[in-house]
Structure formats: C-alpha cells, structure tokens
Nanobody, 124 residues
Framework: QVQLVESGGGLVQAGGSLRLSCAAS????????MGWFRQAPGKERLFVAS????????YYANSVKGRFTISRDNAKNTVFLQMNSLKPEDTAVYYC?????????????????WGQGTQVTVSS
C-alpha cells in the first residue's frame, strides 16, 4: 500500500509559477516510478509527467515540455512538479500517482495508487 498526499496548488496569474509536492508513505519510495496527471472539469485524466524510481529518467506531455519539471527526493519520500510559465489551459486538478513498476509511463493503467488531487487555477 502507498498513501499519497499532494500540496502546493492554488490560484496564479498566467505566466506565473507553482510548485506541487506529493508526499508518499507505505512501500519503499525508491522502488517505484511516480507520475503527475491532471483533470479539467468534464475532461478525462491526462498524463503530465513521469519520473523513474531513481530520478534518472523523466518524460513529459508535449503540452508542458519546457515549462514543467518533475523531480523526486527519495530521502524525503517526495515528488515535485515545478510549473513555470503557467497558462489558463493548465487549470485542472493535479494528481500524483505511484507506479506499478520502476520506469516512466504515460498510462493511468500503469499507476496503482493515487493522491486526492490539488486544484491549480491559472487566471488570464
């Protein structure tokens, strides 16, 4: 079992930045990949970014590449999502997820545990 708690969401103007955190407990944190997804009202949950168990590999959705950075601190059991140059279309509930395996993945099916989500709202 893995428990995930996100924090750091909020309201920001377009062009601004936010840093999301996700604290994990339970299974050994360094044994699985982590991912961030987002879901806007009435839309499906979409992949944002993923990081491998060691942090050595990362992968991003095209829509956030160059603006968002995923990282992890295995000593603190925490994964981060630094979001810069935010746009109104980034508005969504952001979820962190713990992978079933060690390596990056874009599919929700490859993630076994999910946090409760944190709201990010970007005003124009």
């Amino acid at each position: 079992q893995v428990q995930l708690v996100e924090s750091g969401g909020g309201l920001v103007q377009a062009g601004g930045s936010l840093r999301l955190s996700c604290a994990a407990s339970g299974r050994t944190f360094s044994s699985y990949a982590m991912g961030w997804f987002r879901q806007a009202p009435g839309k499906e949950r979409l992949f944002v970014a993923s990081i491998s168990w060691s942090g050595g590999s990362t992968y991003y959705a095209n829509s956030v590449k160059g603006r968002f950075t995923i990282s992890r601190d295995n000593a603190k059991n925490t994964v981060f999502l630094q979001m810069n140059s935010l746009k109104p279309e980034d508005t969504a509930v952001y979820y962190c997820a713990a992978g079933r395996g060690r390596y990056v993945s874009t599919s929700t099916r490859e993630y076994a545990y999910w946090g409760q989500g944190t709201q990010v709202t970007v005003s124009s």
